[in-house]
């Protein structure tokens, strides 16, 4: 089932594209079922699929293509942390080992408390910004030096424990 | 606090890449601060006055499609997005009299290592876009067009979007532009994570809701392009400088840089300097030039390399990169590529081989897999640089590496391909001691790199 809501969003994106054309959306309808739902699961592809009268398999050969999308679910924030060459000349690895130390998880893995997933990124088209840090697929964070993740580390997981 | 409250506060300002007032000239760039991105602060800025002249709206006469075709070619616009393709030239391609469909596309696929140029034009001044595309649109006799943005930097599609609104509601997009018989609607589009298509044809699968691999050329896109129809694709920042050449002449533009190389140019200059950022100067100027602009060398150290044009283009020492003037004929007799203006700067405590580690193993990541050299050469480069970096090199590495790049150079359907062999020949021929240092002692000749 597919919210009205959500399918308010997918219908703007068909629009943009030749009535024949449906399948162009898919890019766009995937990052929407990732924001609303953390991941594109299968169940998600064969619905998109159906949506926009394409192949699950098509669907699927998208999410499997495109880095961003997240295969199976992740943690309630995804930190990808830049360390291609221009990064890593302004301590882009220095940043993944401290995030790596400060939440005892190695890159890839997933705290214990669900929080946050930590994957290293290739480039995010931020380099002057260096350190940079893409959270849960839209937020760029930028100048993250080790006082900052500190800060938006300890601000995020506060937040979440108010609520 | 919300979460969104959060973020926020980690975003960047532009500040440091973009208002820094260290530009020279500016034209894309100029008079912008963060918050004067509307159709209204555009307007007070000069904008849209272009496409009111190309359409006869200033109370002049408007200008015809070839008028507009041959501003651009006389201006010696080139290809902002890596190739360096005349853009006139490429605009008289597109076969205007086609009966069907024509499409332009916008290449904001910024992914190229070093390259975040037209992030800050659509963050900062997005109506340039939307103008130069408008413009383009209208001498090609082209009615749609899209504008494909890095996935990753989402808010500059956000941006975009609401930038389009704008101008859709101002009559500025959609059908009849300002009461004139010129129609053009445009949408923004975004990709997720694939460096791979910032290649057009890639672009154009991607665009098209396919996995983005690079298509046989020819075709080209100007005949069978988006959709099997013609299409002319350019980058952001080349889409930014029409607006100015229409105003100005295609003579003034050319003017601003040097014979070959009309106008400004953005360079994105990140690594080891003072003040990373975008930089928009004419085109001509020294590197040195550029380099203090960007505030020197970190910690004033000494420069040792400079990878001039992304991390596709082969990278030039100190001594070579000091001559050179910031343009394409200058950097080309070097030996290397501007690409896409986006310069990584290196300093004297920096390893070679490191540094190529790290660029091989993103070619080998960003591979598509769909030819043969590229999908398994890329993985062969990338296992060979990292042995030797790690101490477990042998000698006949050296010769294998070369051996390798040179099988994968030029036999693939698109240049991922030669961008991962270039930088590994270039770092080969210009730093070979320090690849034989780390395979003979299995240990850095540059102590100090952190």
Known sequence: MISDATKARFDKEVAKYPADQKQSAV?????????????????????????????????????????????????????????NLPCQLREGQQTLHYIENKLGIKMGETTPDGLFTLQQSECLGACADSPVMLVNDRAMCSFMSEEKIDQLLDGLRAEVSKS | ????????????????????????????????????????????????????????????????????????????????????????????FMPRQFPGQKYLVCNSDEGEPGTCKDRDILQFNPHIVIEGMAIAAYAMGISVGYNYIHGEIFAAYDRFEEALEEARAAGLLGANILGSNFSFELHAAHGFGAYICGEETALLESLEGKKGQPRFKPPFPASFGLYGKPTTINNTETFAAVPWIIRNGGQAYLECGKPNNGGTKIYSISGDVELPGNYE?????????????????????????????????????????????????????????????????????????KALQRLSYFYMHESCGQCTPCREGTGWLSRMVDRIETGHGKDSDMALLDNVAENIMGRTICALGDAAAMPVRAMIKHFRHEFEHHIAHKTCMVPAYV
Not at chain 2, 48 to 77: H, M, P
Not at chain 2, 316 to 339: E, H, N
């Open chain 1, 27 to 83: 890019m766009a309808c995937l990052a929407i079922v990732q924001q609303e739902q953390g991941f594109v699961g299968a169940d998600s592809e064969r619905l998109v699929a159906d949506y926009l009268g394409m192949a699950p398999i098509a669907v699927h050969e998208v999410t499997t293509f495109y880095n961003m999308y997240n295969q199976r679910p992740v943690a309630r924030f995804k930190l990808n942390v830049c360390t």
């Open chain 2, 1 to 92: 606090m919300s979460v969104q409250n959060i973020l926020s506060q980690f975003q960047s300002t532009g500040i440091q890449t973009c208002f820094h007032g260290r530009h020279i000239n500016p034209q894309i760039y100029a008079g912008l601060n963060g918050s004067n991105w509307s159709l209204k602060d555009y307007e007070a800025r000069g904008g849209y006055a272009a496409l009111r002249k190309v359409l006869g709206k200033d109370g002049g006469e408007g200008l015809t499609q070839d008028q507009v075709i041959a501003t651009v070619k006389e201006s010696a616009l080139r290809g902002r997005g890596g190739a360096g393709f005349p853009t006139g030239l490429k605009w008289s």
């Open chain 2, 281 to 353: 100067i004419p085109m001509g100027t020294p590197f040195s030039k550029l380099l203090e602009l960007a505030g020197g060398v970190r910690g004033g150290r000494t420069l040792k390399a400079v990878i001039p044009g992304g991390s596709s283009s082969p990278v030039l020492p100190a001594s070579i990169m000091m001559d050179c003037t910031m343009d394409y004929d200058s950097i080309a007799k070097a030996g290397s590529m501007l690409g896409s203006g986006a310069v990584i700067v290196m300093d004297d405590t920096r390893c070679m081989v």
